[in-house]
């Protein structure tokens, strides 16, 4: 069965850096569109980053463009998301994404980044 796994979330200072991590396994992850979201209390949940299969294209909502990295490696089938620059605001549960070539939506089960001073 699909799954995806989240981790390398915590609690760092503003300024500071994390990468999230995403292992997935379960289905053609090569193939698959990756994106992070993510959802910060008594908020909606919000896109990210994303990245395309093939061509490695990459977006970025406007509020983390410049600060965060979406990366993907498929030999290890696993997503990145390079956090720099972390703000307060940026505190939020983190969550995988995958969108199957063939149909399909999938969830991780999220892990939680908190930046406070």
């Known amino acids: 069965q699909v799954q995806l796994v989240e981790s390398g979330g915590g609690l760092v200072q503003p300024g500071e850096s994390l990468r999230l991590s995403c292992a997935a396994s379960?289905?053609?992850?090569?193939?698959?569109?990756m994106r992070w979201y993510r959802q910060a209390p008594g908020k909606e949940r919000e896109f990210v980053a994303g990245?395309?299969?093939?061509?490695?294209?990459?977006n970025y909502a406007d509020s983390v463009k410049g600060r965060f990295t979406i990366s993907r490696d498929n030999g290890k089938n696993t997503l990145y998301l390079q956090m720099n620059s972390l703000k307060s605001e940026d505190t939020a549960v983190y969550y995988c994404?995958?969108?199957?070539?063939?149909?399909?939506?999938?969830w991780g089960q999220g892990t939680q980044v908190t930046v406070s001073s």
């Open positions: 994404n995958a969108v199957l070539r063939h149909g399909g939506n999938y």
């Open positions: 379960g289905f053609t992850f090569s193939t698959s569109v």
């Open positions: 990245v395309i299969s093939a061509s490695g294209i990459t």
